[in-house]
């Protein structure tokens, strides 16, 4: 018997990654017009998805995954005789946890087999690196009540710290008021925001985009104090040219750099950078 890793694809797990350790990943949905729906990653490739945000008055939102899904992605494995542990966005931000959890249900009584079900309280880079240290976690050979445990406590360890140029998103998702975007944009204030405990939050607001990216690194400089205890990831779109160099201006070593999806996409737009970070397991 082995332990078969499920995420979903808010985490943004690297493909190269999720192939190294073998994670399968249910893609959430994504739309532009409230009529067609488009599995991320697979129905609508990243450059396609960068492309239509770029658009004007595009305002995309996404969907957690049906059902039907989690029950044949979980089946597929427990019919492999394998556990699975699936790690899920933050349940504050999205449904995906409680879909899981039911699903997990429906099957629990017709197999053998543990399903654990985690909320990442977190979702792009923090639920990326939590899954990397259930990795960690798994190679050790921890027993599945071991890694529960574990992750529920290194999880409380993990956030991400961005900014974003364009309020229009965050107006439109309801996160900022119309006057307070527009007021924004005319005075070119971009936000420092946090998530944090499964929510986002914002922790500042400052003028100009290059102030904003130094803010953000102070803000990560200032709260994570001995960055070695850590596992650190760069966020940013893989396409927007503005935030190439973004990874090289922390002050760490080994930093992943990780590419963000529809699932903080759409909520921001095509500009966002940030800091991901959760204390190393071992």
Known sequence: MSVKIITDSSADILPELAEKYDISIIPL?????????????????????????CMPEA?????????????????????KNNDIIYIS??????????????????????????????????????????????????????????????ANELKHSSGVYFTLDDLSFLQKGGRIGKAAALMGTILNIKPILKVENGEVVPVGKIRGRKKAVEEVLNQFDSNIINKSEYSICALK?????????????????????LYLGAAIGCHTGPTPVGIAYIKKYR
């Open 237 to 257: 779109f893989k396409q927007n040219p503005d935030a190439e160099n973004f990874a090289e201006l922390l002050d760490c070593d080994n930093v992943i750099n």
């Open 29 to 53: 949905y994504i739309s532009f017009d409230n009529e067609n729906y488009y599995k991320e990653n697979i129905d609508i490739s990243p450059e396609e998805f960068y492309e239509k945000l």
């Open 89 to 150: 966005i933050s349940a504050k931000l999205s449904t995906c946890y409680q879909c899981a959890v039911s699903a997990a249900q429906m099957l629990m009584d017709s197999y053998d087999n543990d399903i654990l079900v985690i909320d990442s309280i977190g979702a792009t880079g923090s639920q990326a690196l939590l899954i990397l240290e259930i990795v960690k976690m798994l190679e050790d050979g921890l027993s599945l009540n071991e890694i529960e445990k574990k």
């Open 59 to 79: 305002s995309p939102k996404t969907s957690c995954p049906p059902m039907a899904d989690y029950i044949s992605l979980f089946e597929k494995e427990l019919k």
